[in-house]
């Protein structure tokens, strides 16, 4: 224990006998004794009802009234449950508590999923064929490279606070604000609805075309495209209506459909690899029928001779041969030749085809272009490809990364499992896509792969007839998990629509909010339904699939945008546990989002972007009236003007809340600023950026010292310059230093742009600077409190490190009581700062006697998990001791002091002298000690003093020694002068009152309880504080709040604890909240 908490022997009975004794009775300097009565009597009513309070707590005891104890706090916050509690039947028997999913079941497969779709089954061979192996690699690599960055963008947000159930519309309107999350939620939910489209066309497509190519209802589709797409249009139709249906009936059906469907990608998948090694050395069973270089359809392989009557009847009509049959010769050329062939290197440069063009191997125009004007049975090009085109069609294939934020709400660490999830789902899929990209190009036959259809080969899938054990497992594989991924879009839609439509930012979706007695959102499934059927319309997966790229990359993009923007302004909220983002990766995510919808289709992109944009204005100026200034300056200020008012319109979000600081600054006698290490420390604090206000006040009348207030604002600007202070000045004048503080704290600012957190020195010699001389500080507290703004008070100001320095160590915070969170933030927003950067945070907080420490401290580190602030937690037990007799001791050394200043009525110099004697009365040895009534007395009558250091001097002075002038004056009047006979009378009646007084003071004075417990408090927990932090850089704990009762000994009293609270600590910041949060575990 500390030296100063050591009590004699002596002191401790003499502490005692009056303890002990507590029906004796006495005077001390008259009525003081009454005084002591009648305080006792004031509070004997809070003591009955504060009587719960830990004793060593009971210094904040007014705070717990309003403001939780950390127990209690963090319980609530690590038992917080995020998923949208269901409707329950009071009849019914308590569900089991639901499996919280991992990061395998919950994120990993769900990704898996959503990315591989439709699109790998029946478009990749041929994107590989058109492209080539070399351009089809950056095709696939460039999609994605998107994904990657965004699912890197979006691990960042998803894992800056606790996720909401909702995915990408929650993280982006609450990210970037509710315009563009509303034109993102929206573009995300037309994306959607246009993929359900597209995977309904898309297994129609597989149906028709190679499991059942009879069911179709316009003829031979082989011979006429649009007899194709309206097979796929009516048949789609009819998938959708029914599809639809069991969205409406049933979404459990759907839920485990997902399940099949995921394990038929699985296999579907494994079975395409198995076939590719299974046929290393090719396949006899396809063969293609090629006329020169040009490939042909309908024909059967033993017909595939130029003599055979079926081909010479077709090209040779009335014996008038075609010119490109009669110069070449017609081969047969193996489908799939193996990876041991070579065939790779036939595939590597890309062939890309006008609309109409034959599919033939090389470039060269007599064997692409159709000179005849008649096709026969040559197979041609459908439509004109290139490689942005290829890109925007093969686009939807890696799109489904949300899937995992979108199940936010049901995982057991969403923190933990959507980035490790989605990235390690994206570099699975990627994996494939781009080994698959090789593989195919080194497998199949350049000819059969560029046949979308499959035409050469009698209508089959090319991807299927590689796969082992045969093509039917890729076909009913392809077939279901196309379905289950229409099913998953039909239901996930409705539901991201009537969440927009609730948020009610966009007030024409408001009737898409309500649910049915079920709790589905049939009206909005009832949308989704009709802007599916327009997509189903388009009736090919080629037109489709460039459209809803557009508005998954613009989604996107402003993932990308989010994490950008939020990285570059360092919002003091943002703060993801996910740590390998960078905003330069957002910046290029972005970009390559935007140039990837250029390239492919400027005319969808160009729709997409008007949609986004329309949407944004649409929610940012609704019933908003615009006006434009004259010239440019007249349209800044209008901006101005428009963003202070729209500032004004209420209180900042906890997410967006930063300390907008006032800097009280205290002049000395030179108009200079008096602790220049208060200007270093918000400068250090302002690395979370925000507004900086300093101001002082000078005491006098404006009208005569005008002059010195404008050289009192230079030197303060100097000051902020010197110490790199970004922000604003001002000197205010006034009668009274205390009201003119007020007067700044209430009035300072414009609209919205106020400060919320005030900066002022402590008032280090409040004991020597006359009667009540804490009133002004007192009296700020109390202003900043009633303005609900938050007070930052730094003790030790000049021990604080200066901005161009580093330190090491530890940041230790001591957390009593909740108050808005902002003990959490300084310190995170003094870490932004290279001086504090290399400091460790630890977290101290004090258990009551029904705390669980080892429960509490497991959900503080939760707390702090969730807050994404790295910290050592350690809770404190304090054992509820018995008042010690150093606490009445020092107790009764305050209240004597209070007594002796009423009493004895002292000017401001006597008032120095005796708080000076007390402090030496505390710093004699006990043996030494004179009674402490005695020293006192002595000081009033000029009595001998001894020179000895201050305690609680003001820092810039490094000793006060007393003047020995008053000493030698003494000896001369006692020698020689008429008073000299006086004297000895005087002394003899001091001495017999003081003894009197002092023999009753140990007999019958007891302390007020009152003040003995908060002192008690005070003591308590500086002893342990010491113990803990005494090495610790700074120290950051709760400023307990001013008396209620406006009496200058209760003002003294709290003055006095709070020395005590932070006696032996160097450098100690006390805190007092605004009244707020200010910090949130929310993302």
Known sequence: ?????????????????????????????????????????????????????????????????????????????????????????????????????????????????????????????????????????????TCCCVTMLTAISMSAIATNGVVPAGGSY????????????????????????????????????????????????????????????????????????????????????????????????????????????????????????????????????????????????????????????????????????????????????????????????????????????????????????SFTLLIGIFFPSVTGIMAGSNRSGDLADAQKSIPIGTICAILTTSTVYLSSVLFFAGTVDNLLLRDKFGQSIGGKLVVANIAWPNQWVILIGSFLSTLGAGLQSLTGAPRLLQAIAKDEIIPFLAPFAKSSKRGEPVRALLLTLVICQCGILLGNVDLLAPLLSMFFLMCYG????????????????????????????????????????????????????????????????????????????????????????RLEEGPPHTKNWRPQILVLSKLNDNLVPKYRKIFSFATQLKAGKGLTICVSVIKGDHTKISNKAVDAKTTLRKYMTDEKVKGFCDVLVSQEIGEGLSSVIQ??????????????????????????????????????????????????????????????????????????????????????????????????????????????KKDLKTFLYHLRIEADVEVVEMNNSDISAYTYERTLMMEQRNQMLRALGLNKKENSNVVQTIMDYKETPSDNKLSLVQTIVDHHYDAIKTASKVRFADPTIED?????????????????????????????????????????????????????????????????????????????MNLPGPPREVRPERESNYMEFLEVLTEGLEKVLMVRGGGREVITIYS
């Open 1 to 141: 224990m500390p030296d100063r908490f050591q009590v004699t022997k002596t002191d401790e009975e003499t502490v005692l006998d009056y303890l002990q004794d507590e029906s004796a009775s006495g005077k001390l300097l008259g009525d003081t004794q009454d005084d002591l009565q009648d305080s006792r009597d004031v509070h004997s009513a809070e003591e009955n009802q504060k009587s719960t309070i830990d004793p060593n707590l009971y210094l904040y005891d007014d705070d717990l009234e309003t403001r939780p104890h950390i127990s209690t706090f963090i319980s609530s916050i690590a038992n917080y449950e995020n998923t949208i509690p269901a409707a329950t039947d009071p009849d019914a028997k308590p569900a089991p508590p639901s499996a919280r999913m991992g990061t395998l079941i919950g994120v990993f497969l769900p990704c898996i999923q959503n990315i591989f779709g439709v699109i790998l089954f029946i478009r990749l061979t041929w994107v590989v064929g058109t492209a080539g192996a070399v351009c089809g690699f950056l095709i696939v690599l």
């Open 960 to 1036: 006060i020694h007393h003047d020995t002038h008053n000493e030698e004056k003494r000896n001369s009047i006692d020698s020689d002068g008429p008073e000299s006979s006086e004297t000895p009378d005087i002394t003899s009646n001091k001495d017999e009152s003081t003894e009197k007084a002092d023999g009753n003071l140990k007999s019958s004075v007891k302390p007020d309880e009152f003040n003995v417990r908060r002192m008690h408090t005070a003591i308590k927990l500086n002893e342990v504080i010491v113990e803990k932090s005494q090495d610790a850089q700074l120290v950051i």
């Open 558 to 645: 402003f993932v990308n945008l989010a994490c950008a923007v939020q990285t570059l302004l360092r919002t003091p909220n943002w703060r993801p546990r996910f740590k390998f983002y960078h905003w330069s990766l957002s910046l290029i995510g972005l970009t390559l989002c935007i140039s990837v919808m250029i390239m492919t289709s400027w005319y969808f992109a160009l729709i997409a972007i008007s949609m986004a944009i329309i949407i944004y204005k649409y929610i940012e100026y609704r019933g908003a009236e615009k006006e434009w200034g004259d010239g440019i300056r007249g349209m800044a200020l209008t901006a101005a003007r428009y963003s202070l008012q």
């Open 747 to 856: 009035t300072i600012g414009l609209g919205g742009m106020k400060p919320n957190t005030v900066i002022i020195g402590w008032p280090y010699s409040w004991r020597q600077e006359g009667r009540y001389s804490w009133k002004t500080f007192i009296q700020t507290v109390r202003t900043v409190a009633a303005c609900h703004m938050a007070l930052i008070v730094p003790k030790g100001i000049n021990f604080y490190p200066e901005s161009n320095h580093k330190i090491g160590g530890n940041i230790d915070i001591w957390w009593i009581v909740h108050d808005g969170g902002l003990l959490m933030l300084l310190p995170f927003l003094l870490k932004q700062h290279r001086t504090w950067r290399n400091c460790k945070l630890r977290i101290f907080t004090v258990a009551q006697i029904e705390d669980n420490s080892i429960q509490m």
């Open 170 to 385: 929650f993280m982006i309107s609450r990210s970037l604000g509710p315009e563009f999350g509303g034109a993102v939620g929206m573009l995300f939910y037309t994306g959607t609805t246009l993929a359900a489209a597209m995977y309904i066309v898309g297994a129609v497509e597989i149906v028709l075309t190679y499991m059942a190519p009879w069911a179709s209802i316009f003829g031979d589709f082989t011979k006429d495209a649009e007899a194709m797409y309206n097979n796929f249009r009516v048949y789609g139709t009819i998938l959708l209506l029914f599809m639809g249906l069991i969205v409406f009936l049933g979404v459990k059906f759907v839920n485990k459909f997902a399940t099949v469907a995921l394990a038929c990608v699985i296999f579907s998948i494994i079975a395409v690899y198995v076939g590719i090694f299974d046929n290393i050395h090719g396949n006899e069973s396809l063969y293609l029928c090629v006329l020169g270089k040009r490939v042909l359809k309908d024909i059967p392989i033993l017909n595939c001779t130029k003599e055979d009557p079926l081909l010479h009847d077709l090209y040779c009509p009335n014996n008038m041969c075609e010119e490109y049959f009669m110069k070449n010769n017609v081969t047969r050329v193996k489908g799939i030749k193996g990876l041991a062939s070579g065939v790779f290197y036939d595939n590597i440069l890309p062939s890309f085809l006008d609309k109409g063009q034959f599919i033939a191997y090389g470039q060269k125009s007599e064997d692409i272009d159709n000179g005849s004007g008649q096709s026969y049975n040559q197979i041609m090009a459908d439509i004109t490809t």
